[in-house]
């Protein structure tokens, strides 16, 4: 034979899983620092400059990350520092200038760094339904309602940001709160 034991899969319980034994947190922590870049949009430059102390303070304070703006590559740059302990800080920071960077408000956006459970998510109405032309632009319309009024009962039932940036949507929330809103707006 060649060595293959043919019954091994059909035996209920005869191979072992792996059993390793839970990394600590400066285990995980590698001594090289990492690096995230998340690009500035040319019509968010203006707010970007408006907000930037509101943005620089909670990374460098809360997260104790290295941030600046790359105005060649028009870019902001994350840096992980030898004071920064939590692995998920970077990655809350990138969240943190993404979602600001999509339109949503700067104390919205905050709720990223602070609480562990917030998402955010972006699809286009054209993912949910192919409209064009005026169709797509009265589908808009449904959705913002007269003078923002259904946007905001769809956030305040669900407790949800939602921004509309022409034929996407943005939303930033919890898992299931944010799935409850998708299905709102894709019922309109």
Not at 74 to 99: G, W, Y
Not at 136 to 148: P, Q, S, Y
């Amino acid at each position: 034979s060649s060595g293959i034991n043919a019954e091994w899969p059909l035996r209920p319980g005869s191979h072992k899983k792996p059993m390793f034994p839970a990394l600590s947190a400066d285990k995980l922590k590698s001594n090289k620092s990492e690096f995230r870049k998340v690009p500035i949009p040319p019509h968010r430059y203006t707010p970007l400059k408006e907000n930037w102390m509101k943005l620089y303070t909670p990374i460098v304070e809360q997260l104790k990350l290295q941030i600046r703006f790359n105005v060649k590559s028009r870019n902001v740059e994350l840096k992980s520092s030898p004071e920064t302990t939590d692995i998920t800080s970077l990655q809350k920071a990138a969240d943190f200038v993404r979602a600001f960077t999509l339109g949503f408000d700067i104390d919205d956006c905050l709720a990223l760094v602070r609480l562990d459970d917030l998402f955010l998510e972006t699809f286009e109405i054209a993912d949910v339904k192919g409209l064009k032309g005026d169709h797509l632009a009265r589908a808009i319309g449904r959705i913002a309602g007269k003078g923002g009024r259904t946007k905001y009962t769809i956030e305040n039932v669900t407790k949800t940001r939602i921004v509309l940036a022409d034929s996407k949507i943005h939303i930033l929330g919890s898992f299931q709160n944010m799935r409850i809103a998708r299905t709102a707006i894709c019922n309109l």
